[in-house]
């Protein structure tokens, strides 16, 4: 089943989540018959982000990140609009599942799945759709040792380029992904991959986290967002150079389909890269909290969940029936769910986000009565999904529609 996101619709979509009191009271009277906890997707925030994020790209087709959604039935909808093209799956079994309805899938990191590359390598149709990234001949050495080239198809793979930037005094800033950093080591690699029997070298990819991944205007850290603006105006143009540099080395040795690179955070200046043809981007469509401070682009919030409140252990607090789901990555405070409405409610430091129950302190919370819902926001985009069947899709104040996640399809591929 496939989501109808109507991108053609004449009628411009109200921003109704920029009025708390009045989306997420409409979010629990449209899902008031079901049982928390209650996934919500609204279609029309929905469909605000990716208009939005094919606006920011202007022009350059985006590759829905998958892990950032990690709901079928959106991917496919998403495919269906203008601006989006291709999937950038996580794993080779990911995009193994979703070949059935996908034509061009690319996986993000290299993979060691043997029994996806035995039934990639030996399926000509799957092999002429899905892509495997490559850093070293580690990973063609480890494909050969599943399949000779002479009992297989050729593998189309994808060499990644280290986007980090290598900062004076501060070393390393980025994300610890392809050892490939200079162009030279990526013309090199380039070279060694075409004349590896069994292998096409089709594209290229390289991922800005510095940019696309950091806020750059956090709500109450200035001084961070500073750093991070400073961080970034000096990252992007050795990026934008050195990019150019790698793809143009790259380019001598194979005709590339494709070049990668970006993220939600950084559409408009991955756009402005000559030398990309695509974006991989997701985090942006369902809005994960974690989104929120940038200065240039804000999500709507088209994904959440509600919790039940469920006991009130004093008239200062409210319990609330699990909500410990927190998101991956560093652990801090940016890692855990949101509460967005009732607003002026707070977790307790000692309790935080529980596995079974979450407890609650502030103006609403005496106020709060068994039954009563609490919604939040989970840090990251495509995680929520982990964490439920299914979700409800609700337009205006009803549910029009239900999808189920990649859990609620039997899938759980990391």
């Given amino acids: ?22 989306y997420w009271p409409a979010l629990t009277a449209a899902t008031r018959h079901l049982d928390a906890p209650v996934g919500v997707i609204h279609r029309g925030a929905l469909r605000h982000n990716a208009k939005d994020m094919v606006r920011r790209a202007a022009g350059t087709p985006i590759r ?29 079994a990911e995009a193994l599942w979703l070949a059935d309805t996908v034509d061009d899938l690319v996986v993000g990191y290299p993979t060691a799945e043997r029994g996806g590359i035995r039934r990639l390598g030996t399926d000509p149709d799957l092999a002429g759709r899905i892509t495997l990234m490559v850093d070293s001949p580690q990973q063609l050495d480890l494909v050969d040792d599943v399949l000779p080239p002479s009992r297989r198809e050729e593998i189309r793979v994808c060499v990644e380029l280290d986007a980090s930037w290598h900062a004076p005094v501060l070393g390393h800033l980025g994300v610890r992904r392809s050892p490939v950093h200079e162009p030279a080591d990526a013309g090199a690699l380039a070279a060694y991959v075409v004349r590896r029997p069994g292998f096409r070298l089709v594209g290229m990819m390289s991922y800005e986290a510095q940019i696309a991944g950091v806020v750059n205007r956090p709500a109450g850290r200035p001084v961070d967002g500073a750093v991070n603006r400073w961080m970034q105006s000096r990252s992007l143009p050795e990026l934008l150079e050195r990019r150019a540099r790698a793809v143009a080395a790259v380019r001598e040795h194979a005709d590339l389909e494709f070049v990668n690179g970006g993220g939600t955070g950084s559409l408009e200046a991955t756009a402005a890269d000559a ?21 240039h682009f804000t999500p709507a919030p088209a994904a959440a969940f509600a919790l039940d409140v469920v006991r009130s252990p004093s008239p200062a607090h409210a319990t609330i029936l699990g909500g410990g789901w927190i998101a991956s990555g560093p652990p801090g405070a940016d890692r855990v769910p949101r509460i967005v409405w009732p607003e002026r409610l707070t977790m307790l430091a000692r309790e935080s986000a529980g596995e079974v129950q979450t407890p609650v302190t502030g103006a609403a919370a005496g106020r709060l009565r068994a039954g009563d819902r609490v919604w939040f926001r989970h840090t990251k985009s495509g995680e929520l999904s982990e964490h439920l069947n299914e979700f409800a899709v609700v337009d205006g104040d009803e549910v029009v529609d239900s999808v189920p996640t990649y859990r609620g399809e039997g899938k759980a591929f990391l």
């Fill in 275 to 295: 030398s990309v043809t695509e974006i991989a981007a997701g985090s942006g469509l369902l809005g994960g909290h974690l989104f929120d401070g940038y200065d």
């Fill in 64 to 92: 829905i990140a998958s892990k950032s959604v990690r709901v079928r039935s959106v991917v496919e909808a998403l495919l269906e609009q203008p601006g989006f093209h291709g999937v950038l799956a996580y794993t080779l």
């Fill in 1 to 22: 089943m496939t989501l109808d996101l109507r991108f053609d619709d004449p009628v411009t979509d109200a921003a109704s989540w920029l009025d708390p009191a009045g």
